[in-house]
């Protein structure tokens, strides 16, 4: 889906997630950036495109 999206735009991707859960565990070893909160009690993640196409090129 990030390779999709970022095909299409590159703007930043940002999605939120409670703090302390597995999800927020997952995008920080993911490469996502804590940018702050969102709402009520969640996290912000951030994704640029630049920042994705490192992540996929450790995967390789």
């Known amino acids: 889906m990030m390779d999709w999206y970022f095909t299409q735009t590159s703007q930043t991707v940002w999605l939120g997630t409670a703090p302390g859960t597995r999800a927020a565990a997952f995008y920080k070893t993911a490469g ?7 709402g009520k009690n969640e996290i912000r993640f951030e994704m640029t495109a630049p920042e994705w196409q490192q992540q996929c090129l450790k995967r390789i």
Request: charged share 30%; aromatic share 14%; hydrophobic share 15%.
């Open 32 to 38: 996502w950036k804590e940018t702050g909160t969102n």
